[in-house]
């Protein structure tokens, strides 16, 4: 076990940290974690049948108490994400963390100044790109600065996407690459028992429509399909706002069973999927979406937009369907197909399983984690 004090920067709010932190505190391969909250102040909470040694406290205790939340929160307010570097640079020197580890570029990433830091000595930063960090805002003007102002002080780029290591070198990037790293780290490789998608009703829309996700275009789709969806029950997840409003719409309009689902926990995802004929997941940038993979694993067909990881993880027209998120043509062809072809959502199970078996195996994402951080003396 490393005795090096690690201060990892990311979303406290997110489910991808906590199961990277859970993998760690698995693994018992660090001593002691730090946190930095990019965004959020909810405090690490360890697995209850845990028995690992590692230690994992916030780097600002005070952010994680409730009126240390709440002032926080008015800061948040008054003065956007950027007061948080200043907070970053105290719990740097307060807590002298030897390896800091980024978790996603444009929340956490943006806040780290390693010049600031010189007077204090890190031997080591790892920076991990998820999803849209680089394919997307790594061609964006607006972005490409502050981009290239992190990478030229990161040692170590993992990412999801083997596409990004070309964006990276070009805005600067000089370190070590390793792709592809996943946040979510794997599943387990038991066989999960469910009915054969082609029984099943029920057809699930990631709903987020938002920098990246483009659920009203699938919502559009599935009014363009030539097949009779009243027999189906449609469920919306974690839908914003815009898609709220659809969805009433289209309830009225349609006389569809179409609802949108509040945020739900991860039991509660897989419940849906186990009963879902078809999954169907747009953005215009994602890395390898969870619910995609979850799709697989409970034989739900999955519909993915091809700017994200289903290009290696989906056999077009075999185990899913890669779609253009803007072609609306394209996505409703594969939604009539998915809906009608028995056979077909049948047959894809097994593919991806096998998928899944050979790429998403818990145990080799643990290896590659443990891998990332055995140089940690």
């Given at each position: 076990?490393?005795?090096?004090?690690?201060?990892?920067?990311?979303?406290?709010?997110?489910p991808h940290l906590k199961k990277w932190l859970d993998a760690v505190v698995e693994l018992t391969?660090?001593?002691?974690?730090?946190?930095?909250?990019?965004?959020?102040?909810?405090k690490y909470v360890k697995p209850s049948d845990s028995k690992s040694s590692t230690r994992i406290k916030m780097a600002v205790p005070?952010?994680?108490?409730?009126?240390?939340?709440?002032?926080?929160?008015?800061?948040?307010?008054?003065?956007?994400?950027?007061?948080?570097?200043?907070?970053?640079?105290?719990?740097?020197?307060?807590?002298?963390?030897?390896?800091?580890?980024?978790?996603?570029?444009?929340?956490?990433?943006?806040?780290?100044?390693?010049?600031?830091?010189?007077?204090?000595?890190?031997?080591?930063?790892?920076?991990?790109?998820?999803?849209?960090?680089?394919?997307?805002?790594?061609?964006?003007?607006?972005?490409?600065?502050?981009?290239?102002?992190?990478?030229?002080?990161?040692?170590?780029?993992?990412?999801?996407?083997?596409?990004?290591?070309?964006?990276?070198?070009?805005?600067?990037?000089?370190?070590?690459?390793?792709?592809?790293?996943?946040?979510?780290?794997?599943?387990?490789?038991?066989?999960?028992?469910?009915?054969?998608?082609?029984?099943?009703?029920?057809?699930?829309?990631?709903?987020?429509?938002?920098?990246?996700?483009?659920?009203?275009?699938?919502?559009?789709?599935?009014?363009?399909?030539?097949?009779?969806?009243?027999?189906?029950?449609?469920?919306?997840?974690?839908?914003?706002?815009?898609?709220?409003?659809?969805?009433?719409?289209?309830?009225?309009?349609?006389?569809?069973?179409?609802?949108?689902?509040?945020?739900?926990?991860?039991?509660?995802?897989?419940?849906?999927?186990?009963?879902?004929?078809?999954?169907?997941?747009?953005?215009?940038?994602?890395?390898?979406?969870?619910?995609?993979?979850?799709?697989?694993?409970?034989?739900?067909?999955?519909?993915?937009?091809?700017?994200?990881?289903?290009?290696?993880?989906?056999?077009?027209?075999?185990?899913?369907?890669?779609?253009?998120?803007?072609?609306?043509?394209?996505?409703?062809?594969?939604?009539?197909?998915?809906?009608?072809?028995?056979?077909?959502?049948?047959?894809?199970?097994?593919?991806?399983?096998?998928?899944?078996?050979?790429?998403?195996?818990?145990?080799?994402?643990?290896?590659?984690?443990?891998?990332?951080?055995?140089?940690?003396?």
């Amino acid at each position: 076990m490393s005795n090096k004090r690690v201060l990892v920067v990311g979303m406290t709010d997110s489910p991808h940290l906590k199961k990277w932190l859970d993998a760690v505190v698995e693994l018992t391969i660090i001593r002691k974690i730090l946190i930095f909250p990019s965004t959020g102040y909810e405090k690490y909470v360890k697995p209850s049948d845990s028995k690992s040694s590692t230690r994992i406290k916030m780097a600002v205790p005070f952010a994680s108490t409730f009126l240390g939340r709440g002032f926080c929160f008015l800061l948040d307010r008054a003065f956007g994400p950027s007061w948080r570097k200043i907070l970053l640079e105290f719990a740097i020197v307060r807590t002298r963390p030897e390896v800091i580890h980024i978790h996603e570029i444009q929340h956490g990433g943006y806040l780290f100044q390693r010049k600031k830091t010189r007077f204090y000595p890190i031997k080591k930063v790892i920076c991990s790109s998820w999803g849209s960090d680089l394919i997307l805002y790594g061609k964006l003007p607006s972005h490409q600065n502050k981009i290239t102002d992190l990478l030229r002080t990161v040692d170590v780029l993992t990412s999801e996407r083997v596409e990004e290591f070309e964006i990276a070198s070009n805005l600067g990037f000089k370190g070590s690459f390793i792709s592809p790293v996943y946040t979510a780290i794997g599943i387990e490789a038991n066989p999960v028992q469910f009915e054969a998608p082609s029984k099943r009703k029920m057809i699930l829309v990631k709903g987020y429509q938002d920098n990246h996700g483009r659920a009203l275009n699938a919502l559009r789709a599935l009014e363009l399909v030539k097949s009779d969806l009243k027999n189906f029950e449609i469920n919306v997840v974690s839908a914003s706002p815009e898609v709220e409003i659809e969805v009433e719409r289209m309830r009225f309009e349609n006389g569809w069973e179409i609802k949108c689902v509040p945020k739900q926990n991860q039991r509660e995802i897989h419940n849906l999927l186990r009963h879902s004929r078809v999954y169907i997941g747009l953005s215009i940038s994602d890395g390898l979406s969870t619910m995609m993979v979850e799709a697989m694993q409970f034989g739900a067909f999955p519909i993915q937009s091809v700017n994200s990881g289903a290009p290696s993880f989906l056999l077009h027209g075999t185990s899913g369907f890669i779609v253009d998120p803007w072609d609306l043509s394209a996505i409703t062809q594969s939604i009539d197909t998915a809906i009608s072809n028995d056979e077909l959502v049948d047959s894809a199970v097994m593919v991806n399983r096998d998928q899944l078996k050979r790429k998403f195996d818990l145990g080799h994402g643990l290896e590659v984690l443990k891998n990332l951080y055995s140089d940690l003396k």
